[in-house]
């Protein structure tokens, strides 16, 4: 099944990508704990935002404590980017390049407007955070 050919392919990236990070003696575990692993806050965002760099899309800077494990995580990139569906798109490489052009395009008020809505927090709950 294609959907879960796309959750393999995205748990062995974060297990690639969580190894290196933390520099791991051997393979994470998909299913332990990011923190027994050691994972801290700062390893945290860095995580993030190399997930950010790699989805084009923005995500939270609590991701790998709202999801904490590298199988959490892969399901909610799958669902974050849309492709947990059998009718879900393929991306092509265009579709990715124009994804992050027009997030690139955003202002930073844009660009969170976008995420809030994505995630689905009210835009009034944002304006405090400021």
Known sequence: APADARLDAAVEYLVATVTSLLSLPEAAAPDAPLRDLGLD???AIELR????????KALPATLAFDYPTITAIAGFLLRHLGLTSEAAPTMTVEHI??????ID??????????LLQELGIAQDQSSEAR
């Open 49 to 56: 935002n190399m997930l950010t760099v790699a989805t084009g």
């Open 105 to 114: 395009a955003m202002s930073d008020e844009e660009a969170e407007a976008l």
């Open 41 to 43: 806050s700062l390893s």
């Open 97 to 102: 390049a124009d994804a992050v052009d027009e």
